[in-house]
């Protein structure tokens, strides 16, 4: 993955920025956590959805996570795996990420129903 290289103290060569955040990933990657930053052409340069991703920010919300999550990450991990290894095909993948999910999900439902 590409990555966009700032200095380590980025107010020193780009005063526009001073005032900004930065944060790195893992990868070595920066994003601006300001918007001060994130205007700057040399953010909205790259990736081409740049500044899609920042447009979107202020419509976002918080979603819980299901109460089956850990079951709903590995069944959505097995089918991705399988497919990524060519082991089985998306369309077969997707459709049995799905059966699995409905079933997990009627699983939930009917627990929380008997607790009730």
Request: proline fraction near 9%; hydrophobic fraction near 40%.
């Amino acid at each position: 993955m590409p990555t966009i290289r700032v200095p380590e103290d980025p107010s020193q060569s780009r005063p526009e920025t001073a005032s900004a955040t930065w944060s790195r990933s893992r990868e070595s990657s920066f994003f601006a956590a300001r918007w001060s930053a994130a205007e700057t052409p040399g953010f909205l340069a790259f990736p081409p959805s740049a500044a899609l991703y920042y447009q979107t920010l202020p419509h976002t919300v918080p979603v819980p996570s299901p109460a089956n999550f850990q079951e709903v990450e590995k069944i959505f991990m097995r089918n991705y795996v399988a497919m990524m290894a060519d082991e089985i095909s998306i369309a077969d993948g997707v459709k049995r990420a799905d059966q699995e999910l409905n079933a997990s999900f009627k699983r939930l439902a009917a627990q929380q129903k008997a607790a009730q």
